[in-house]
């Protein structure tokens, strides 16, 4: 059992979740995992918006016929679409379509990088999209019908109140334990950032604060369950531009200061030129390693330590 995040608890969480309506700010969603986990500093660290998924069916006054499209395809019988269309090409039915943002609220259990909590929650609201059948084009397959090529789109009107719903809660401690375990590559580019950040100058500062992972579970080529995890930056906007590819010393030097200050903690340029969050981050590096190894010396040496090691040995997600 997951002494952190037993299940019980991850119940209560879904319930009450469920009872909050989104504001600004989300104060009453932080509030929720303080009462069910009050033992944690939580924090709400990165909001990802602009995906979308495919949602229910709705009359032309929004009444509700499903909640789920695909559902309704089978109970209307997904074997004969063509006569599927038959019935209800008059109808004026509606598909909708669930616009949401998700949520990433973390807290520490721990010193090391990897001892954290994730928390991810869909902010989901329900919108009309389209005609739920083209009366010009008879559905050839299911997908034609969930996902059309060329939808006939209609106005995106509100159905309902936005509201949340959980999508996943992660231990990072039992995700690590997870790949140090493996012998898989997937894994090794996320244990080596996590060595650099307890080896550099922004161990002391929450890795948890900084970023959330993406987590995915896959079968690979052999049927075996494999773990992918990559790291996001919460950096969201404000960062200084980037310097010019002539830029070096004092230049460089004062470019890395202010993307520190704006990062909130040392060594960003680096953290962020490995997570891929701005490619031209990478040459950067590059650039700053060659300061700190000729004329120029602004990097504590536990830095410029883990510099040389990517810089014989590059990576980046």
């Given amino acids: 059992m997951n002494a952190i995040l037993p299940p019980d608890r991850l119940t209560q969480l879904v319930g009450k979740i469920a009872e909050v309506r989104p504001k ?27 995906w979308h998924r495919v949602g229910g069916v709705v009359d032309q006054r929004g009444h509700r016929i499903a909640d789920n499209i695909e559902h309704w395809i089978e109970d209307e019988g997904a074997d004969d679409l063509l006569d599927l269309f038959v019935r209800h090409e008059d109808d004026g039915l509606l598909a909708t379509k669930l616009c949401g943002t998700t949520h990433y609220l973390t807290a520490k259990t721990g010193d090391n990088p990897w001892e954290f909590v994730q928390v991810e929650v869909d902010e989901l609201r329900e919108v009309t999209d389209r005609q739920l059948f083209d009366p010009d084009n008879a559905p050839d397959s299911v997908e034609d019908v969930l996902e059309p090529e060329a ?17 996943e809660a992660w231990n990072i401690a039992d995700t690590y334990q997870g790949m140090t375990s493996g012998s898989y590559g997937d894994s090794l580019f996320m244990l080596r950032i996590f060595d650099d950040w307890l080896a550099s100058s922004a161990h002391g500062n929450g890795f948890c604060r900084n970023f959330v992972l993406r987590i995915a579970n896959y079968k690979d080529r052999f049927g075996e369950m494999r773990l992918q995890a990559t790291p996001v930056s919460t950096v969201n906007g404000g960062m200084p531009p980037l310097p010019g590819f002539v830029d070096r010393g004092i230049e460089l030097s004062r470019f890395i200061a202010a993307y520190d200050k704006a990062a909130g903690y040392p060594m960003a340029w680096y953290f962020n030129a490995v997570a891929g969050t701005d490619e031209g981050l990478a040459g950067v590096a590059h650039a700053v390693f060659e300061d700190v190894t000729g004329a120029y010396d602004y990097l504590p040496e536990r830095d410029i330590v883990v510099l040389r090691q990517w810089t014989a040995d590059g990576y980046t997600f």
């Fill in 24 to 50: 600004p700010g989300h104060g009453e969603l932080v509030q929720v995992l303080e009462s069910v986990f009050p033992d944690l500093d939580w924090v709400l660290v990165l909001s990802r918006k602009g």
């Fill in 151 to 167: 939808p006939v789109a209609v106005d995106p009107t509100p159905l309902g109140n936005a509201r949340y719903s959980l999508r």
